[in-house]
């Protein structure tokens, strides 16, 4: 089994509807992020969470939302989606050390591609 | 300046031969590097981590980082078709609320000629 999924992998919705997307890891890491990916700009970070009590704002949190239900899962939505907001979503996760070496890998989910006519 | 920058290609270079890809940083205390593959639609997968000044083999990929000039690249030798992909740069950030956080480059889309 994969160690970050995303559901849905694809979605297609409509301008003003609600979206949630869903993350979940089984690598135990503390430390969780919410990508998009649009071409040319590369991927722009909208929601980290360091764990379940600490949740920041990226680069693009507007429009967004993050909730951290457990270490295990981080679910972004979208209040009321617009056409703009089209693109390739990732989850991804991290295990920081504050003492010693960390390497602050990050291992992504498979994606999901949101359309929003 | 921009934090990590990348030339963004297209690359393009015939099978067989050697890629190189290049990626400057400007976080001066950053400690951990990556070069993450991403096929087109498909996340962003690792394939070289390098933490200490110099080079570091895996198979047909060498990592070279250089922290006094703040420049980190990548290798590929004998470079396939299966190559073919956009490869990203990431540093992590060494100071700050988000120490940690990995900042990435927008890519360098790598092509292979048969």
């Known amino acids: 089994d994969a160690d970050v999924t995303q559901t849905p992998r694809n979605r297609i919705t409509k301008t003003g509807k609600r979206i949630m997307l869903e993350c979940s890891q089984t690598k135990g890491h503390d430390r969780m992020y919410w990508y998009r990916q649009d071409p040319g700009l590369g991927l722009r970070l909208i929601y980290y969470s360091f764990d379940v009590k600490d949740i920041n704002k990226g680069e693009i949190s507007d429009g967004y939302s993050v909730s951290r239900q457990a270490q295990a899962k981080f679910s972004l939505s979208l209040e009321s989606a617009i056409p703009n907001q089209t693109a390739l979503y990732f989850c991804?996760?991290?295990?920081?050390?504050?003492?010693?070496?960390?390497?602050?890998?990050?291992?992504f989910g498979p994606g999901t591609r949101l359309t929003v006519l | 300046q921009k934090e990590v920058e990348q030339n963004s290609g297209p690359l393009s270079v015939p099978e067989g031969a050697i890629a190189s890809l290049n990626c400057t940083y400007s976080d001066r205390v950053s400690q951990s590097f990556f070069w993450y593959r991403q096929y087109s639609g498909k996340s962003p997968e690792l394939i070289m981590s390098?933490?200490?000044?110099g080079d570091k083999e895996d198979g047909r990929f060498t990592a070279q980082l250089n922290k006094a000039s703040q420049y980190v690249s990548l290798l590929i030798r004998d470079s396939q078709p299966s190559d073919s992909a956009t490869y990203l740069c990431a540093v992590n950030r060494g100071y700050g609320g988000s120490q940690g956080n990995l900042i990435f480059g927008k890519g360098t889309k790598l092509s292979v000629k048969p």
């Open positions: 390098i933490y200490s000044n």
């Open positions: 991804a996760t991290s295990d920081h050390k504050t003492s010693g070496t960390s390497t602050d890998t990050q291992y």
